[in-house]
T-cell receptor
Framework: GNSVTQMEGPVTLSEEAFLTINCTYT??????LFWYVQYPGEGLQLLLK?????DKGSNKGFEATYRKETTSFHLEKGSVQVSDSAVYFC????????????FGGGTRLMVKP | DAGVTQSPTHLIKTRGQQVTLRCSPK?????VSWYQQALGQGPQFIFQ???????QRGNFPDRFSGHQFPNYSSELNVNALLLGDSALYLC?????????????FGQGTRLTVV
């Protein structure tokens, strides 16, 4: 079956530091890949997405590139802010196997001033 | 434009009881999915409804059932509650023609079973 593996948190960074959150996936088909963010006490918000190999998703300074050869979709940001503190989830939908999102376990990011 | 709305926001139930959670999808969306998010974990897919029928189901027992109404809103019912059912229940809506692009999530219902 499909699965998503994320680096375990928490990840603690100082403001303006560079962020990388690793995500790798297993899928039998050709998935679409997503990063969702969950702020404290809230639901999930779509951060960015990529639907085919070599696509780069980007939003709010975050970006991730769909790497089929390494089955990865790592999230990066050049300069984090305190307001980026949240839990980040990598997820996939396999395009030929229904509409179910499969999520990773989440990575908590804490940014200190 | 209202996004996905869920009710109630918090709920406390006793073991063995039954619970109903409600979801109104984002305007223009016709597909509703439900997820269970245990504390400190990623969401797990329960099922999805489209055209008032369950289209896909995750690995959840039959105690979990649902319904979709003609206005696309949806309910999640859980019978014979167990302590392990305590979680954040998330509803997500999407447009059937674009299900592979993105789903919009509500803020969730926090269910506590005591």
């Amino acid at each position: 079956g499909n699965s998503v593996t994320q680096m375990e948190g928490p990840v603690t960074l100082s403001e303006e530091a560079f962020l990388t959150i690793n995500c790798t996936y297993t899928a039998t088909g050709y998935p679409s890949l997503f990063w969702y963010v969950q702020y404290p006490g809230e639901g999930l918000q779509l951060l960015l997405k990529a639907t085919k190999a070599d696509d780069k998703g980007s939003n709010k300074g975050f970006e991730a590139t769909y790497r089929k050869e390494t089955t990865s979709f790592h999230l990066e940001k050049g300069s984090v802010q305190v307001s980026d503190s949240a839990v980040y989830f990598c997820a996939l939908i396999e395009n030929n196997a229904g509409n179910m999102l499969t999520f990773g376990g989440g990575t908590r990011l804490m940014v200190k001033p | 434009d209202a996004g996905v709305t869920q009710s109630p926001t918090h709920l406390i139930k006793t073991r063995g009881q039954q619970v109903t959670l409600r979801c109104s999808p984002k305007s223009g969306h016709d597909t509703v999915s439900w997820y269970q998010q245990a504390l400190g974990q990623g969401p797990q897919f329960i099922f999805q409804y489209y055209e008032e029928e369950e289209r896909q189901r995750g690995n959840f027992p039959d105690r979990f059932s649902g319904h979709q109404f003609p206005n696309y809103s949806s309910e999640l019912n859980v019978n014979a509650l167990l302590l392990g059912d305590s979680a954040l229940y998330l509803c997500a809506s999407s447009w059937n023609e674009r299900v592979f692009t993105e789903a919009f999530f509500g803020q969730g219902t926090r269910l506590t079973v005591v």
